[in-house]
Structures are given as C-alpha cells and as structure tokens.
C-alpha cells in the first residue's frame, strides 16, 4: 500500500495494487513518474469503490499509458561551429477531452520519465480547469543556461524541425515550462510557420504582437495566489501580512511574488540552483523589478541580489546538506515553485516546526509522496500542484480561445476569467474532497475532480 492510503476506506486494493506493479514494471527507472501515479492511483480508491464501472473498462490501465511518445534526435551547430546532439521528446498523454496541451522543457535533467509524469499530471490539471484540453507535455536535455540567443535559436529550430509534423492547433498546442520562456517560444513559432506556411495557434505564451494572451506570462503565479487566497478563506483567514517562502526565481516566483504583494503579504526568500537568498526586510516591488531584470534580461545569478541588497542572507546550495535551508525560514505561507521534489520529509518537518499554515505549489509534484503526506496529516491548508498551478494552463486556453475567434481580450478581461477559474477549481476540489469522504484533502479533491471528467469521455468514445 502507497503511503497516502486513506484509513478506513473499504477498497478494490487488488486492482489498485496490480496496476501500480505493471506501471513500475513496463516503465523502469521513472521514479518521477512512478511517484505522480502512485498518487493519483491512491485518490483514486475512493473512486473505484464507488464506481466499479472504471475496473471493468480497465480505465487506470488506459490512463496511465500515453497515447503516443516522440523521442528525437535535435542536432544543432554552436557559435564555434562545433556539433552539438540533444534529445527531444514530446509525450502526448491524453486527449479524450481535447487536443493534447502542455508545456515544453529545455533543462539537463529533462528525461522520459519526468516528461511523463508531467504529462500525467498535466492530463488532470487540465481536466480541473473546465477547459477542453487534454494533456501533453514535452522537451529537451538541452541546458540554455550560458548560450547565446544565436544558439538558442538554432537549437530552436532544430527541435521544431522535427516536432512540427506532430503539433497543429487542433492536435497538440504545445507552451513553455522550466528554460522555455519568451524567447524560445518566439524562435520555436517561428520555425513552425516557416516550415508549416501557416499562422496559427499552434504553441501558446507567444508575444503579444503575434497573437498571445495578455496575462500569460503572469498567469500561473497569480493563479497559485488566488487558488491559495480561496484556500485562506475557507479558514476565515486572509493573505495580508503573512511571511511567505517562495522558491525559484523563474517566471512561476516572479509573478507568485507579485500577487502576494497585491494582497498585502511579505514574500522574504528567492533562489536559484545555486542557492537561497532570504530578505528579512521583504522583497518589495522594487527588489521584484531587480530580480525580474537580473532573470529575464541579464539571466544572472540570484547570488547578486546579497550584493544589491545588504541585508539580505545568500545561503548557497550545499549537496552535504540533508535539507534546503529556504524551507527552514520562520513563515506562515510557502509556494514552492521551482521543481520536482525540491520539499523533502524533512523539509516538511522543518516547515511544520516553524508553524507553516499553508502550502500551495507553482511548481509540479515539488513535494515528495513523504512530505505530501505530513502536510495532510497535519491539516495544514495544502494546495496540490495539478490544482494549485492550474492558472498557466488555463489561460493557455484562453489564449487558444482568443487565437480561434481572431480576437484580443483586456488584461482585465483574461485576469477577471484567470481569478474564476481558480476560485471554481478550489471549489471543485473542496467540495469533491467533502463529497468522497475526506473533507480538507485537496489532494484527494484534484485527482478525482480531475479524473471524472478524462474517465468519462474516455468510456463515451469506445476502447481508443
Ligand atoms: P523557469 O525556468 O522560469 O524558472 C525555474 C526556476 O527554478 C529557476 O529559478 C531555476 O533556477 C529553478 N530551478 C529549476 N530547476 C531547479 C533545480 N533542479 N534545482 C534548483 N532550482 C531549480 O521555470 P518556471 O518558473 O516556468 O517553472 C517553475 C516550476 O513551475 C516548474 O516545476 C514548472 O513545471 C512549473 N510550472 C510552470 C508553469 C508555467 O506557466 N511556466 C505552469 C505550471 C507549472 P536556475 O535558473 O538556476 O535553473
């Protein structure tokens, strides 16, 4: 049994427990994506004991397998002339209700199976948001940290050589993630419709001269802040003046610390993968325009901000150490929302310890199994990530929505249907949790939620 099983609920354990042996069996060595189905397949006991319809359709058996993987070869010449090899992928997981969507990542430790759970979590995520996507999600091992924007573009170029005979608006409509922003989406489109002779909205989080959305950019960090503002609320509680921990300093953190502000909280911490800074004084917008600067335009280290800023800690990453000292700050709130597994058990220890009241994720799965169970055991607010970051994804939509109808809506309008959707998608969650027996357990209330909806239009269209 998976350490997230709910006590006391009577189970179809056996179907349950074969299905998770033949995903670790037929995927070897994706501890990632073993980790992301372990913890749907959990929530999805309660499901299954009610409705034993999914068992006979072998619908988890179904779920868990994509419909189609694309792995390639991405050749590409550096600015000496030297060759260079990278791999791309792309997996399209779902698309029961909807083209597949999500998001493309160039990072060196991008493999198949981190590209899978993402694409698993992402066929929920997109489920929980009411839009009919399904889900994708894609990249490389490429590291574009330290190449000129003449390398990146080639290494664009290349990679969409290749993936542009399997992408089109109607079929996959890849965006960014981790090391894919701005500009590679402007080199990766760009190529698209040179080899395509077509104009479309084949990727989303383009620029806004060429048919993006207004709020893209903010959109998954100002999710997560509404999403955790709904969440404050069901406790009578609220963001103004709370200490928040955020980590990253990517386009998730920069716009998670903006909204905080909004709402009238104190965001102290930042980092990078070279280390942690903490402001005990607050990132104010000021410092924010400092990092947004220092990230997106210089692309420098976060260690420069101790430099800028006196009073400001920079701890840096220490491998000898058993924990990341960002999650040991004295906080009320914490966004994770840099990567994978980055809270550990014994962050999570460290965040209780300090009397943490809430933990909503920008980044996917950045708690572990471990630590995702300490925070529900503790009844603190937890947000999942498959809900909690669902507002990147969602105004994705609205831009594929916009890029149909030839139409550009306000910062108003996109932000207006951004805050509804997260408050509808707390709803759903809350209330699925209630409603399947474990009130409180978002956890619960973001698989379920989310996999009603994929599991029922996979039943309708037939065994595909
Ligand atoms: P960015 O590339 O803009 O920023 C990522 C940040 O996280 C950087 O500060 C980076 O530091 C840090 N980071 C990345 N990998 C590691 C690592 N292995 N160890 C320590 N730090 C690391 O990416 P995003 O902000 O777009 O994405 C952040 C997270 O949010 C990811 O989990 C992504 O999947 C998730 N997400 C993003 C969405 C979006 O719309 N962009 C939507 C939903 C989820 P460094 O520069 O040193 O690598």
Redesign the pocket.
Known sequence: MSVLTTPGIKVPGDYIESVMISVKAKNPAEPEFHQAVAEVLDSLRLVLAKHPEYQSARLLERIVEPERVLMFRVPWFDDQGGIQVNRGFRIEMNSAIGPYKG?L?F?P?VNLGILKF?AFEQVFKNSLTTLPMGGGKGGSDFDP?GKSDNEVMRFCQSFMTELCRHIGPDTDVP???????GREIGFLFGQYKRLRNEFTGVLT?KGLGWGGSLIRPE??GYGCVYFANEMLKTRKDKLEGKICLV???????QYTIEKLLDFGAKPVTV????GVIYDPDGIDREKLAWVMDL?NVKRG??RDYADKYKKAIFMP?DIKLDHNPLWNVKADCAFP????N?ITAKDAANLLKNGIKLVAE?????STLEATKMFLDAKILYGP?KAA??G??ATSGLEMSQNSQRLSWTREEVDNRLHKIMIAIHQTCFETAEKYGTPGNLVNGANIGGFLKVANAMLDQGLV
């Open positions: 998001g990542r990072h430790s993402l940290k965006a960014g993630d981790i090391g894919v922003g989080g959109a998954t980590s990253g300093s990517g386009n998730v953190s980092s990078d993968s070279n990230k280290r976060i990453t929302s840099a990567t994978q980055e920008g980044a996917n799965m950045p990530a970051n669902a990147g994804v």
